[in-house]
């Protein structure tokens, strides 16, 4: 099996900063992509970003100039820095990965982490 924690939410006010992590641990072949979701209250899950192994990464229109995606292929763990944060920016925020486990390495499997809490006051 392969988990998905995400860690470095927490309260922060307007204009600060805050990174959050997803460490991906178990059995391993590799890590396709990688990508942060986010899910307000009474909104639908929307990507913030996505990064790919060989590092091309998007972002939605909301976050772009402020947030960056990156990613320790070594570690297994994707980042996520998070600039200039706005009270929009408060949701649950969600790790997201293709990864190929090491015993069926033809194809991939879609993992999501619990989720980590960021909330962004004025």
């Known amino acids: 099996q392969v988990q998905l924690v995400e860690s470095g939410g927490g309260l922060v006010q307007a204009g600060g900063s805050l990174r959050l992590s997803c460490a991906a641990s178990g059995s391993i072949f590799s890590i396709n992509a990688m990508g942060w979701y986010r899910q307000a209250p009474g909104k639908q899950r929307e990507l913030v970003a996505a990064?790919?192994?060989?590092?091309?990464?998007n972002y939605a229109d909301s976050v772009k100039g402020r947030f960056t995606v990156s990613r320790d292929n070594a570690k297994n763990t994707a980042y996520l820095q998070m600039n200039s944060l706005k009270p929009e920016d408060t949701a649950v925020y969600y790790c997201?990965?293709?990864?190929?486990?090491?015993?069926?390495?033809?194809?991939?499997?879609?993992?999501w982490g619990q989720g980590t809490q960021v909330t962004v006051s004025s």
């Open positions: 990064i790919t192994r060989g590092g091309s990464s």
């Open positions: 997201n990965a293709l990864i190929v486990v090491v015993t069926v390495k033809h194809r991939e499997y879609d993992y």
